[in-house]
């Protein structure tokens, strides 16, 4: 009981602690003052702040909580009404804290004896006068219980209200501080209302002006007003609700706008990072664009310029040999050549003629920038176009590349002996890679059997390309971590020493050596003739298990890719430079194949199950081996799906893994099954001859997507490690 009794009073004691506290100080109120919309502050604080803003009397001065405007009194800050309730409020709040019991008797304070020791400290002096224990309500003074008692034996002070300090203040106690005295006469008490005036007077002042107006007893009208202030303070409790109801809402609205902003700053800077990427693929594809143009625009020179060279040398051979006929010739040489000479000068009068009217090879290109009206209406590229007469060549070259293609079985070649890693022709050889040997067939109808390359150390062979030019053999071997290296006359000896995880090889257009390692990340490595490192390329970390990678007319390199539980498997055009992806098929959004729990599998062109090896013809069209799914696909330059060009209900195909091409002959070697070379005459026709073929081609689509898919095995199958 004690204990929730001093938790009310303490509760108590916190809300006039509250209610005390001016705002502008921040300490107890001295000296109130109100203002007339209530609030109230120290008198020196009000005076102060005026005097910042440099007003005075008449000025217009606003409250510094509610910004409320009041005029300042012609006498000053001095003339705004005391606001004697909150003087009572600070008064009853010191007499009721129980801190409040270290008062000293202010009666024996005043009446302390004169002729104590002055030399003696105020400390000293202060210590003889006793503690306070009550206080006279109507004196306002403490008293010590002496005098407490001497206070009550007087006649004029007998009947006061007198408390014990430190006594708990509740709303009865708080009624008996009083009486209030009169602003005029402040000996008087305010005994009376003045309801003319609306505001209490003592009985003075009722006597000398207020005898004429309707007055009543203070405490009648308090009791009324209260009632009044009940009503009113219910009616503020519901505003004060329905406030408290509105801040609530404001502060949900506010959480929720501060939710908005995040979720806007958070899409500014995701679209901030699409458009820099959308950005940055539209400047690639145009460099690439551009380098195409290059590529086949310094071609066109090439060829112009290697034509004028050969008419420049036959014309001044032709020119040598009729003037040291004429200077050296007999007589007889002379007639004998003359008519072939005359003959020979009228060609090449009729050839210079032709070349004069056929126009030389000027090729120019321009950039015009897009505006942003053109990329949102009709222009694909935010960046620009590239103008002028190479796009003419550039579109000339892919129109020509847009021919029906068909694929014939014309030989196979049975190897059942042993599993095929690898193929590669050279010199009228087929090369057949085995597990740690090469066998060497003619590369012709019916393909027989020339010899066997054993050289001491291979014994796990995996891949093999050709380069014409230097007239040798590249093979990689896993397990001696190494590219070896054979010459026409079958020399071998080890090329690249060292190479960690080495898989497939390919001979770039110059030559390079383009070899697959796997790792994190995977990478490409160039290395030229010499076996020098020209260039590494870190792939991108979407590309998971590289398996084959060959380098493009553009310089890009095409790479196919995939692995176990890995639904990207994928043919993909990667940026020299960076390693980036620039185009994939299938597109992005089709399913890459890998495992798949669904009946039915997509049809052909969206789907891929280990594309184990590939190939480029010469206008960079490429054969995929998509080894599970027991096809070889023929896809367009920009990976779109041309045609199925085998399958085994067609062919007798079942698992393609190794491919060769030799575009002088339109002749594509396919390693069936690990045990079997297909040879297919790659046939070439009219975009309107394509039309005949039209019924197979959607029957073989039809027949390749209803095929269940395999799953891919963690390792690429036998043909490679």
Known sequence: MMTAATSCASLVMDRLIQITECSICVETLKDPRVLPCIHTYCLRCLEGTAERLDLGPGDTMTCPLCRDEFLIPETGLLGLRKNFFMANLIEMSTISNPNGAGKLCELCLENRDDSADISSSPSQQQA??????????ECRQTFCDACAREHRRQRLSRSHQVLTVGTPLTDDVAKQFGPNFCDQHPTKTTDLYCISCRCVVCMLCYAETHSAHQCSDVVKKADAFRAQLAEDVGDVTDRLDELVAMKRAMDKDRKRFTTELEECRLKIVRRSAELKATLQRHTQSLLDEL?????????????????????????????????????????SDVCRSIEDLRKRTGDLRGMHAD???????????????TENGDYVHSHPNMVGEIKGTATKIRNKVVATSNRAVNSRLVGRIDVAD????????????????????????????????????????????????ACRNY??????????????????????????????????????????LVTVRWGQPSQLEFYRPDAALLRVVKLDAQIVLPYHAVQAFTGNVVVSHGGKDNRTHRVVEVSVATGKVLRQFPPVG????????????PPPQRHLNCPQHLALDEEDRVFVADFYNGVVLYLRPELDLDRVLALEEKDGIRRPSRLCYLPNRDVLYVVNGNKFVDVYAIDRSDPSAAFDNLIDEVTICKTVAARPMTTAASTPPKAGP
């Not at 090369?431 to 050289?455: G, H, K, N, S």
């Not at 089709?590 to 599998?601: I, L």
């Open 355 to 369: 070349r004069k009217r056929r126009p030389c090879c000027s090729l120019n290109v321009s950039f015009r920038v």
């Open 471 to 512: 007239q040798c053999l590249y093979v990689t071997d896993r397990k001696k971590s190494c590219v070896w290296k054979l010459t026409g006359q079958h020399q071998a000896s080890v090329m690249i020493p060292g190479i960690t995880n080495p898989y497939t090889v390919s001979v770039a257009g110059d030559c390079n």
């Open 128 to 137: 003889a006068v006793p503690g306070a224990t009550m206080y006279c309500v």
């Open 291 to 331: 380098a195409t143009l290059q590529t086949i625009g310094l071609e066109e020179y090439g060829k112009e310029s290697e034509e004028m060279q050969r008419y420049l040398k036959t014309l001044t051979m032709f020119k040598c040999y009729c003037e040291e006929v004429r200077s050296k010739g007999t007589p």
């Open 418 to 465: 042993r599993n095929v890693t690898g193929i590669a022709v050279l010199c009228r050889r087929l090369y057949v890679v085995l597990v740690d040997a090469i066998r060497v067939f003619e590369d012709r109808d019916p393909f027989r059997p020339i010899t066997e390359i054993v050289v001491p150390g291979m014994s796990s062979l995996v891949d093999a390309a």
């Open 590 to 601: 089709g399913d890459g194949g890998g495992d798949d729990s669904s009946s039915t599998p």
